[in-house]
């Protein structure tokens, strides 16, 4: 299957309007390699986080993308995509495991039982994730995907026979989402505070007609002008504050560049949904970066945006490494609206919505306990 090959998402989830948040969004969980492994901790407390604080991404569909290893060698260096053979046999009962939590979970939230209810028919077919240049005939970058999914399709697994990293299992899971919004969330980032999702898809459904080229009044100074409207302004992509975004309105990353001064003074604003008793706000500012972390967006936006072309995502590399940068770059020169990013901002920015779990380094709650014994061992010793 190819890019030509796959469809976009399906019109009627364009078209039609699902009464429930649930119904507009997939959730695409990335996760790979991780010392944790076979144990699969590190999902069930990203699950968990979701049923305290944004219940409704439980009863989403889900697509789980599983990516593997590139070599096994005897230093293990996950980014890089190698792991030893004691942990490239951790991580194929690792993937059983995880698949095994996703279907009980999701298919117990989607039925409203107690116990898990899907049908144990799974529908496999093959994928391809190509990359690169197709400059020399002889070449054919790309990796085959085995992809699993329940009957009703609202579970699906894709599995590459080769490492595709971060950037390829998104576009891999986006070419098989059926809904008009997705919530990319990584393996190792979990909510901590409330997260609005219905109030959020009514603001992105209320600015799908907002332009997106830029706005005259964009790179003017703008102290005193009125916000603008839902209407006013596109609302694709809203990721969510962790430590490092704290006060980001203030930040260097926005005062020290005159024109995103100016588009955050203009732009900044609680947007209100609903109406009467019903009425919420919900805090928005611009944000001025791709980031990979835990992220809502739209589906459309993200294919045409980042992906634009096999060969604007290397294998192995990062969202935020790549189209992240390129579109800080592009906001800085003034099309800030192409790509419509914004952080939610609850109490001006100082409260963490998300924190970071460090994948690459956690080894599930025994394993840390046993390297703290370790360590204080080692400094007992040392005294």
């Known amino acids: 299957m190819t890019s030509e090959q796959v469809p976009p998402p399906l ?40 049923q305290k604080h944004c219940a409704p991404l439980t009863r989403c569909r889900v697509i789980l993308v599983l990516d593997t290893y590139d070599r096994i060698a005897s230093d293990s260096r996950l980014k890089k995509g190698t792991v030893t053979a004691e942990g490239a046999k951790k991580f194929a009962a690792y993937k059983e495991n995880a698949k095994k939590l996703i279907l009980d979970e999701y298919s117990r939230s989607h039925c409203g039982a107690e116990i898990a209810c899907y049908d144990d028919e799974l529908i496999i077919t093959e994928g391809e994730a190509e990359f690169g240049s197709v400059a020399y005939a ?6 085959t995907l085995t992809i699993t999914r329940t009957k009703d399709g609202r579970i699906t697994f894709i599995e590459p026979h080769a490492r595709v990293g971060f950037g390829l299992g998104v576009r891999s899971a986006l070419r098989l989402t059926e809904t008009p919004y997705v919530w990319i969330q990584q393996h190792d980032w979990a ?14 459904q209320q600015s799908e007609s907002a332009p997106e080229s830029p706005d005259s009044s964009d790179s003017e100074t703008t102290d005193g002008q009125e ?3 839902t209407s006013d302004v596109p609302v694709k992509y809203v990721c969510f504050p962790s430590t490092r975004m704290v006060s980001y309105a203030k930040s260097d990353h926005v005062m020290l560049y005159p024109a995103l001064r100016a588009l955050t003074n203009l732009y900044k604003q609680n947007f209100s949904v609903g109406s009467g008793c019903s009425s919420v706000k919900i ?18 936006h993200y294919l045409s945006q980042i992906f634009p ?3 604007a995502m290397l294998r192995g590399a990062f969202i935020e490494d790549t189209a992240g940068q390129r579109a800080r770059t592009e906001m800085k020169d003034g099309l800030w609206r192409k790509w419509a990013c914004w952080l939610y901002y609850p109490d001006e920015g100082t409260r963490l919505c998300v924190r970071h779990l460090k994948g ?5 709650t025994d394993g840390e306990l046993v390297q703290r014994m370790q360590y204080m061992r080692l400094n007992s010793f040392n005294a």
């Open 227 to 229: 916000p603008r409207t």
């Open 309 to 311: 072309s096999r060969a």
């Open 360 to 364: 690459r380094t956690w080894r599930g």
């Open 283 to 300: 805090p928005l500012t611009p944000l001025f970066f791709w980031h990979d972390k835990p992220h809502l967006a739209s589906t459309a």
């Open 191 to 204: 909510l901590v505070a409330d997260i609005p999702l219905a109030p959020l898809l009514e603001i992105m």
């Open 11 to 50: 019109a009627a989830a364009r078209t039609h309007s699902p009464r429930s948040s649930h119904d507009l969004v997939t959730v695409v969980l990335t996760t790979s390699p991780t010392p944790s492994a076979p144990s699969t901790e590190l999902l069930s407390s990203i699950i968990a986080s979701f």
């Open 138 to 143: 002889q070449q054919h970058n790309a990796v």
